[in-house]
């Protein structure tokens, strides 16, 4: 299998206060996982890769200062939404790459956040 | 940029019937293609993929075309069900783009009772 889990599915938070969202690999080691947001009826939009061990590798217009993204072990990546805005509300998914020579991305089942 | 894209935006069949979503793409490079089925607030789920070394890939009632004549990808889905209803988004990869995926932008598949 490759199923990946996330915590929490969803979050209410107020503005400026900072939610941190986990990723696990449960029945694989994970040496890339990919953190991306979703808005509605749109396509998905990548927004870090996380190597295990390094720093993050962010895209063009994503605020590493904004969206700390931490990949301690090899089956867990963490996105903390630091003082977080109404903007910033939106679905999160992250996907994590199973290794041994292959490129599919598993994905999990997605955080909603909500910034009051 | 570079990006790959849906013909069809939205498609609706009846209950039973064959599926086909298609997908453009418009970098010859790429060499690894996946679909992927998105339920309404769920993540993509994996379906089926195929190497830029073949043009065709079976699985359990879907098949995967690839045209790399007119970068072109599709899928089939057979016998289609209530339960295929979702949004699907084709994605490519390239060979040394760090392992990112570049995504279509959905289709969304209706299937009438």
């Known amino acids: 299998g490759a199923v990946v889990s996330q915590h929490p599915s969803w979050v209410i938070c107020k503005s400026g206060t900072s939610v941190k969202i986990e990723c696990r690999s449960l029945d694989f080691q994970a040496t890339t996982m990919f953190w991306y947001r979703q808005f509605p009826k749109q396509s998905l939009m990548l927004m870090a890769t996380s190597n295990e061990g390094s720093k993050a590798t962010y895209e063009q217009g994503v605020e590493k200062d904004k969206f700390l993204i931490n990949h301690a072990s090899l089956t867990l990546s963490t996105l903390t939404v630091t003082s977080a805005h109404p903007e910033d509300s939106s679905f999160y998914i992250c996907s994590a790459i199973k290794g041994g020579g292959t490129d599919t991305q598993y994905f999990g089942p997605g955080t909603r956040l909500t910034v009051l | 940029g570079e990006s790959v894209g849906l013909h069809l935006p939205t498609l609706s069949v009846q209950e039973g019937d064959n599926s086909i979503i298609n997908c453009a793409y418009s970098?010859?490079?790429?060499?690894?293609f996946i679909w992927y089925k998105q339920e309404s607030g769920k993540g993509p789920q994996f379906i089926i993929d195929?190497?830029?070394n073949m043009d065709k890939r079976q699985g359990q009632r879907v098949t995967v075309l690839l045209n790399k004549t007119v970068k072109h990808l599709s899928l089939q889905i057979a016998a289609t069900q209530p339960g295929d209803s979702a949004v699907y988004f084709c994605a490519e990869n390239t060979a040394g783009n760090n392992r990112k995926l570049i995504w279509g932008l959905g289709t969304s598949l209706a299937v009438n009772p």
């Open positions: 195929i190497r830029s």
């Open positions: 970098n010859s490079a790429s060499d690894y």
